[in-house]
């Protein structure tokens, strides 16, 4: 693992944007894996910005996020199809069939299945981006999932409920169930960025780099990627030893 700390999140984003916008510049049909929660607002901000200025194209890149809420369809406005749109894929020239987003609607005992037909079609992505939840959960992969998963629907914990629960009008809208992408099927990304900021993730990165690998601190099988980078700011890594 490779570690970047930077003095705050406006640093992290800048960074974080460096290796997609390069990746893409190099690899214009690039696939790239994407993620959803307040970390990638700002990477994802200076991708559009790069793309308006300096005309890197996004038309033969693919795309495929890691979760959706379990009953929010697209419209929903807290639904993670919704906030992908908002805050990328409307300022790119990405054609929306090109993007993935898993449903969560629909017969609740197929979405997982056929989303991972959808990510067996597109193979491991060429750069995933991760945030992580206070928990140490990737994706909505919490605490004691196995590391041999892929996609499955969850009941979210009480702990990413009241820390999602911001993004809502009120704790009683979060949506309780969610359909993610399981361990097994993240770690097949080529490249990993992690990124992360605020004192209320310096634990779960401290777990993540310094910890044992269990799957009760899910972030820490990143371990056991062969490439990964996480970027964080000082609060972030305050609690680790070095
Ligand atoms: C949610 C998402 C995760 C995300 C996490 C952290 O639970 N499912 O993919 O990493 O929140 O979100 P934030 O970046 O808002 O702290």
């Known amino acids: 693992m490779k570690l970047v700390v930077c003095k705050n999140y406006d640093e992290v984003s800048a960074k974080a944007a460096e290796y997609f916008i390069n990746l893409v510049k190099a690899k214009p049909n690039a696939v790239l894996g994407l993620a959803t929660g307040s970390s990638p607002i700002g990477m994802y901000k200076l991708m559009i910005a790069d793309h308006e200025q300096n005309g890197t194209s996004y038309k033969d ?28 894929f409307k300022g790119l020239d990405i054609p929306l069939e090109n993007t993935h987003v898993p449903s969560g609607i629909g017969n609740h005992d197929t979405l997982a299945a056929e989303y991972d037909a959808v990510l067996d079609e597109l193979g491991g992505a060429d750069l995933q981006i991760l945030g992580i939840g206070s928990n140490g959960h990737i994706a909505f992969n919490e605490p004691g999932t196995s590391f041999a998963s892929t996609t499955h629907i969850v009941d979210l914990t009480e702990e990413t409920i009241q820390d999602n629960a911001r993004f809502f009008d009120s704790i009683d809208d979060v949506p309780r169930e969610s359909v993610t992408m399981g361990i097994a099927s993240i770690m097949k990304a080529k490249k990993i960025v992690l990124i992360a900021t605020s004192a209320h993730k310096a634990e779960a990165i401290k777990g993540m780099i310094e910890g044992p690998v269990t799957e009760d601190l899910p972030a820490s099988i990143l371990q056991q990627h062969p490439d990964v980078v996480v970027i964080v700011d000082t609060e972030a890594a305050s609690l680790l030893d070095k």
């Not at 890149?61 to 906030?83: A, C, I, P, R, W």
């Open 61 to 88: 890149v693919k795309t495929y996020n890691l979760d959706e809420y379990v009953g929010l369809d697209g419209s929903n406005n807290q639904s993670y199809h919704y906030f992908m749109n908002e805050n990328l």
